[in-house]
């Protein structure tokens, strides 16, 4: 961002609402308002869209992530200059991704591919056929923008590196190999009760206690055994802590929750019908929802303005009031509302002391949550972890694999027929919630170690390795001998090689809609929905009168493309 | 395509169909007269192309383009290539009905009509078989059409096989699937292919697949239906066995008349008999045909020529039956001579699904017969008893008595080289009731009750010749009871099944057996005290079975019970007084069994249900309307017979005409009023007693 191209100036200066970050929130509320008739500037400092959703080929990534890894550049003086209205607030970014580990075990081939990647920011991620997510993609025509693939399965993965079906519906059940007579019979009849719940038949109504008792207690109560319940728990209902650990557990399902969760999961297999399972992946990587949504933006008279970073915040010198943004190339820019991504943080002028009702709003806004981290990690293979099925989930349930493991580690595997990698490749991501970087990086490990063989790491060859901390290198090195002496599973044979991968963790923030509104960064879901939430309810704060993507019946006068008709989902099968 | 919900019409949609209606109508007008016209035309043709596509029902328009494609293939100019395109042009028109309704009988069968000429491709068959079963994976249309393509490509059964298990995989609740495989298992079975040359390799397989289908959702039914028949498969051999006789093997007969009791034989072993013949029965497991005087030989002192008359006895009029009788007639009033019984020496005894007769036994007896008056015999046949509590007592066994079912027991016995053969049906059968007791355990399920109650009997009766006596029976009788309560729809299917297991449990040991037999004793009674009466009353019986270890009674009391029909009661060729009193026989009709009985003489049907009902339903109730025997064996004779007090009573003329009944009780029952009454003495002019009172 050292030499930022000259812009021509915007015109106009003033609109309703000015979004800053074309993340997935951002640009939700960015179409939301332009759909209830507001003017909206949108602007991302990055030539790309997407800001921490985003897709990017491989040579990106590791730039973008350390480009948010750093502490904050010191503010610029220029736009420190209070003007005769406004207090100038320096805008500047703070480290939301730390640990950065990037291992490059076969430059070659990866250099030559560089672009034909397209690796999540924020993976692993993925939609259920029938959450709001999906709806929302209808409701507002972005599917028009987009193409959907279905996730083949879903398994368990256990700490001997096997993988084990999750029977996830009937025929899934009835397929499977794993499971005894018994637990068929014990599961189907579960499924049955929720759905028989669900639909709200009289004689299987699951009592009001039992709905607002932990789920997991409710399991226990139906008398599931320990490895249904774990399928259910955590490859169904997607639980993120230890249900049987009160001591780690931050977030302990409801069985009312754990019930909505399977029903979704229920209504979402079979939903499309090229839709084998019950989630969906977009072809191109999840960076095309927020341009999806983007473009349903622009549609409705949104300006987008991309490499534009603001610099500062204007702000009305008595009230301290929000009065507008100025940017990088100099110009101000002023707007009723303003939303902003999760990187900004607002620096004081320094020896100034703030407006006094600046004063009062700011320790909410610089408010650091307590939320703990995301670890994250981008695995690339040449083999699938899966010799049959090229795209599908595995979850390590809590505890799976080593004893202190307080939550459920994710990964997905996406392959070449969803155009994020070459063809012959596999992308494998991978998350776990953790409370502090270490945690995080042991949890990664634990997977990449039990399901890939990783190299040696050779210096010489590898000089774009960024190891940042000698530990974790050591890490990978340690677990891996220790699995080949101790596991059964023939290490090395038939494990795909590691050839590239990229480890980091992610601040996880809330939106905030106090003195600014900020969306959130992506959290620990497999899904949208939350951010969605967070997203609907921004916007609700800052338009109370509007409506969010208000039902246009079945006349979608937008629809300039052949429109694929509403209430489907373009499939590729 | 299953469970959808029916939509009220719109009043837009009905105006539509109206015109619809309307353009149809229109065709149809114009398609008859070029139907009648024999005009085959291309434009008349193409006519009958719209008109199936709207309504692919019509089956003259497809009976007229079955007669167009001949006109046109009779014609000079017709070459190989313009064959084909009409064949073609045929397809495409059944194709666009079948889209207009995939579940067109006549789409369907002109498809196969058109592919029997041999000129189309058929690999396109199964892309367009693929594409209908998708739509609708049930639809038995496209599972017919599928069988009739895969013959005529000699697609291999493993493939189509394989092809089931995909669609199971998909969803298992398939009947049409599930029915498939058993079709293609069938022929693969009996052709010996490879990897399918041995029951007991297949079915264990089968088991395992169907238990992942019936424990993950026992309330869905089509798992069952298939397990059903894994189950038929494993309990029924291929080849016929012969399970019971009478005489039993090594028994001693005596044949009297007069009331000499000689003190040597056993009451269950004497026969009366006034025709100069006794029977000899044979009873099956299965139906089976083919057995006659070459299948089946007799040796004995008294009968040089060896010939008899063997005869099926069934209800329906089919040249099979499970059991099969012929009469050996003794020359002189007294004998004492040894017969033997060679059962399938030689080839021809079949069982209806084709399978020989392949465990030849042999049999003999001993047969006394003594000195008979003939008048005190004829009287002491007929004599009248009084099926009165105080006229029974029970009967007290002699140590050393041979009891018929100890003899059946060593019939048995000599087929023993089958039971060994079939160690793996028992342990088939231990494994699924291991199995469903597991399911039970987890869950209160009917059809699983029900299998596991099949699976014990059947477990049982395999294992009888071995086990001294049925052991799950109790289990079973309780079982029964349960699903009674439990799905009160189907009471009666239970409450008959409970009946046949609680007649197979009184019948399995000696023991029980002899609480159930009693000797008749009245002020006036000779003859018949000498016998033993089996007394299966107040049993709450709605149907009756195990008459394989029935065959010796000639006195059965089966009165208060609640039988609907005696259906099976042909069997027990010896009876001659029988007690039905008190029971819910329907109609005149229940009886039919009892026209193959010929030595039966006192019958009481009191107290029933005969004439409570204006509509038979008994008759609707066998396998069909059509086999009913009633009125298909009318001749000449007969039709002078029936005056205008008969015409009323057409039923039971037929029912009752050859019985040689010389007692009969029928009051009690709707039907039975002056003018019935006076009907009956003239069916049966042998009758001597009705209702208590002497006729003259």
């Known amino acids: 961002m050292e030499d930022i191209p000259p812009y021509p100036p915007i015109d106009p200066t003033t609109f309703d609402l000015i979004v800053i970050g074309t993340g997935l929130p951002e640009s939700i509320i960015a179409a939301a308002a332009s759909t209830a008739s507001k003017s909206v500037l949108h602007l991302d400092p990055n030539p790309f869209y997407g800001s921490h959703f985003s897709s990017l080929p491989l040579a990106d990534l590791p730039s973008f992530l350390s480009t948010h890894s750093t502490s904050p550049s010191p503010p610029r003086s220029r736009s420190s200059e209070d003007s005769n209205e406004f207090s100038v607030l320096d805008l500047c970014t703070r480290p939301l991704y730390s640990s950065i580990d990037i291992s490059v075990f076969s430059p070659d081939l990866l250099d030559q591919n560089s672009r034909k990647f397209n690796l999540d920011v924020a993976g692993p991620r993925v939609f259920f056929c029938a959450d709001k997510s999906i709806e929302l993609i209808l409701n507002t025509g972005a599917n028009q923008y987009m193409e959907f693939k279905s996730i083949d399965a879903t398994f368990v993965g256990d700490n001997k590196g096997n993988l084990l079906n999750v029977p996830d519906s009937r025929a899934a059940i009835f397929k499977d190999k794993s499971l005894g007579l018994m637990e068929k019979n014990q599961l189907m009849r579960f499924f049955k009760l929720v759905q028989g719940h669900m639909a709200g038949e009289q004689d299987v109504k699951i009592s009001d206690e039992d709905l607002q008792s932990p789920f997991v207690d409710f399991l226990n109560k139906m008398g599931l055994p320990p490895k249904i319940k774990s399928f259910i728990l955590y490859a169904i209902a997607m639980a993120d802590y230890d249900q049987e650990d009160t001591g780690v557990c931050r977030d302990l399902l409801k069985t009312k929750d754990g019930i909505d969760q399977l029903a979704l999961y229920n209504a979402s297999i079979g939903r499309f019908q090229n839709a084998s399972g019950a989630l969906l992946y977009p072809i191109y990587g999840q960076g095309e929802l927020s341009q999806a949504f983007c473009r349903r933006a622009a549609v409705k008279g949104c300006i987008y303005v991309l490499r534009m970073p603001v610099t500062a915040l204007l702000v009305d010198k008595d009230s301290g009031c929000y009065k507008g943004v100025r940017l990088a190339s100099g110009q101000d820019i002023f707007s009723q509302k303003l939303i902003l991504d999760p990187t900004f943080k607002v620096t004081l002028p320094s020896g100034s002391s703030p407006p006094s009702p600046l004063q009062a709003k700011l320790p909410f806004f610089s408010q650091k949550d307590d939320r703990g981290k995301i670890a994250r990690g981008i695995c690339i293979t040449m083999t699938s972890l899966k010799p049959d099925m090229s795209n599908f989930l595995v979850v390590y349930p809590p505890r799976s694999l080593f004893p202190e493991q307080a939550t459920s580690i994710r990964l997905l595997q996406i392959a070449s027929n969803l155009a994020v990698c070459p063809p012959g490749m596999f992308v494998l991501y991978i998350s776990a919630l953790c409370n502090d970087d270490d945690q995080g990086k042991k949890l990664i490990h634990a997977v990449v170690n039990i399901l890939l063989t990783v190299p040696p790491i050779n210096s010489e060859s590898n000089a774009a390795v960024q190891s940042e901390t000698a530990e974790s290198g050591c890490a990978v090195q340690d677990e891996n001998a220790e699995s080949s002496s101790t596991g059964p599973s023939d290490p090395g044979e038939g494990k795909p090689t590691l050839l590239w991968s990229a480890l980091y963790n992610q601040e996880l923030t809330l939106g905030q809609d106090d003195f600014i509104c900020s969306t959130p960064m992506p959290d620990g879901k497999l899904n949208y929905d939350d951010l969605i939430d967070a997203a609907v309810k921004l916007f609700k704060k800052i338009y109370p009168e509007d409506e969010f993507f208000p039902q246009t019946s079945s006349e979608n006068p937008e629809d300039e493309d052949d429109g694929d008709g509403d209430g489907d989902v373009s499939l590729e099968t | ?696």
């Open chain 2, 1 to 696: 395509m299953h469970g959808r919900p029916r939509k009220a019409p719109k009043p837009e949609d009905e105006a539509a169909s109206a015109a619809k209606a309307q353009k149809l109508r229109a065709l149809q007008t114009q398609f008859f007269s070029f139907h009648h016209d024999q005009i085959y035309t291309k434009e008349a043709v193409e006519l009958s192309a719209k008109l199936l596509e709207i309504n692919p029902e019509s089956y003259t328009a497809w009976n007229y383009r079955k007669l167009a494609v001949e006109h046109y293939l009779s014609q000079p100019e017709c070459d190989p290539d313009s064959v084909k395109s009409v064949l073609d042009d045929e397809l495409k028109v059944v194709e666009s009905a079948l889209r207009q309704n995939f579940k067109s009988y006549g789409a369907w069968h002109h498809r196969k009509w058109v592919l029997s000429k041999g000129h189309s491709s058929i690999n396109h068959e199964l892309r367009l078989l693929d594409k209908f079963q998708k739509a609708d994976s049930r639809n038995f249309h496209a599972w017919n059409y599928r069988r009739f393509v895969a013959e005529l490509m000699n697609r291999s059964e493993q493939d189509e096989l394989k092809y089931t298990e995909d669609m199971i995989y998909t969803n298992f609740s398939n009947y049409s699937a599930w029915h498939n495989r058993s079709v293609l298992l069938s022929a693969l079975l009996e052709k010996k292919a490879e990897g399918f040359l041995l029951k007991e390799n297949v079915l264990p397989e089968e088991y395992e697949f169907i238990h992942q289908a019936i424990f993950t959702d026992p309330d869905d039914q089509s798992g069952w239906f298939y397990n059903l028949w894994l189950l038929d498969q494993t309990v029924t051999t291929d080849s016929p066995l012969l399970v019971s006789t009478w005489p039993t093997c090594g028994s001693d007969v005596l044949i009297m008349g007069d009331g000499c009791q000689n003190g040597s034989f056993s009451p269950f072993t004497t026969l009366l008999s006034d025709s100069g013949s006794f029977p000899i029965i044979l009873y099956f497991n299965q139906p089976v045909e083919g057995v006659n005087s070459s299948t089946v030989t007799i040796e004995c002192g008294f009968d040089k020529n060896g010939y008899l008359h063997w005869e099926p006895l069934s209800v329906s009029n089919s040249q099979a039956a499970q059991v099969w009788v012929a009469h050996l007639k003794f020359p002189t009033p007294e004998l004492d001579s040894s017969v033997e019984v060679r059962v399938g020496h030689s080839k021809g005894i079949i069982s209806t699904r084709g399978f020989q007769y392949c465990h030849p036994s042999t049999f003999s007896f001993n047969v006394h017969v003594q000195h008979v008056e003939r008048d005190s015999f004829q009287v002491s046949v007929a004599e009248s008893i009084l099926w009165r509590e105080e006229n029974f007592k029970i009967y007290r066994a002699q140590s050393e008595e041979s009891i018929p079912i100890a003899s059946f027991d060593q019939l048995c016995i000599k087929n023993g080289h089958e039971s060994t053969a079939s160690n793996w049906r028992t342990e088939a059968l231990a494994k699924e009731i291991e199995c469903f007791r597991e399911l039970l355990s987890l869950m209160d399920c009917k059809i699983g009750k029900l299998t596991l109650a099949r699976l014990l009997m059947a477990y049982d009766a395999m294992s009888f010749p071995f086990a001294t006596k049925l052991v799950h029976s109790e289990e079973v009788l309780e079982l029964y009871n349960d699903l009674m309560k439990l799905d009160p729809t189907h009471h009666r299917y239970y409450k008959d099944e409970h009946s046949l297991v609680l007649l197979q449990k009184m019948t399995s040991s000696k023991e029980s057996l002899l609480q159930h037999c009693f000797q008749y004793k009245d002020s006036v009674s000779s003859v018949i005290g000498n016998l033993i009466c089996l007394r299966l009353n107040n049993l709450s019986l709605s149907r009756i079975g195990a008459f394989e270890k029935l065959l010796w009674v000639q006195m059965l009391d089966l009165s208060h019970n609640e039988l609907q029909s005696i259906e099976g009661l042909e069997a027990m060729q010896l009876l001659s007084w029988l007690g039905l009193g008190n029971n819910k026989l329907g109609s005149v009709t229940a009886l039919e069994p009892l026209r193959k009985l010929k030595s039966l003489r006192v019958l009481d049907i009191s107290y029933n249900q005969i004439g409570d009902h204006s509509i038979d339903t008994t008759r609707y109730l066998c396998s069909s309307p059509l086999s009913h025997s009633v009125g298909s064996e009318l001749n000449k004779d007969e039709t002078a017979i029936i005056d205008a007090a008969l015409v009323n009573y057409l039923e039971a003329f037929y029912m009752l005409k050859d019985l040689n009944l010389n007692q009969l009780d029928i009051v009690g029952n709707t039907i039975a009023d002056e003018t019935f009454k006076s009907a009956l003495v003239k069916i049966m002019p042998t009758l001597k007693r009705l209702d208590g009172k002497v006729l003259d």
